[in-house]
């Protein structure tokens, strides 16, 4: 079993950043994919970002060129993110996709 506790969010401008991190309860590293999703008011969850063990990422369309994720493989795992919008507004979860393990998420609102 691990735990994911994600921290970071808040309140940002549009154009702002802002970094996301998410803390496992033990080291990661024999979990290949961690992956960022998150869920707007009134929308459903969407895949945001995954990274594998050996730093491969990957993003949504929709964020590609302006979020970047990373982990040290031990037990952190972090989403940095630029030039947020208002459309980024939404609870960021940390997750486990092949353990189904989630964290409990942490709120991100970009406004002006």
């Known amino acids: 079993q691990v735990q994911l506790v994600e921290s970071g969010g808040g309140l940002v401008q549009p154009w702002d950043s802002l970094t996301l991190s998410c803390a496992a309860s033990?080291?990661?590293?024999?979990?290949?994919?961690m992956a960022w999703y998150r869920q707007a008011p009134g929308k459903q969850r969407e895949w945001v970002a995954s990274?594998?063990?050996?730093?491969?990422t990957t993003y949504a369309n929709s964020v590609a060129g302006r979020f970047s994720a990373s982990r040290d493989n031990a037990k952190m795992v972090y989403l940095h993110m630029h030039s947020l919008q208002p459309e980024d507004t939404a609870v960021y979860y940390c997750?486990?996709?092949?353990?189904?393990?989630w964290g409990q998420g942490t709120m991100v609102t970009v406004s002006s």
């Open positions: 997750s486990i996709p092949t353990a189904n393990y």
């Open positions: 033990r080291a990661i590293f024999d979990f290949d994919t």
């Open positions: 990274i594998t063990g050996g730093g491969i």
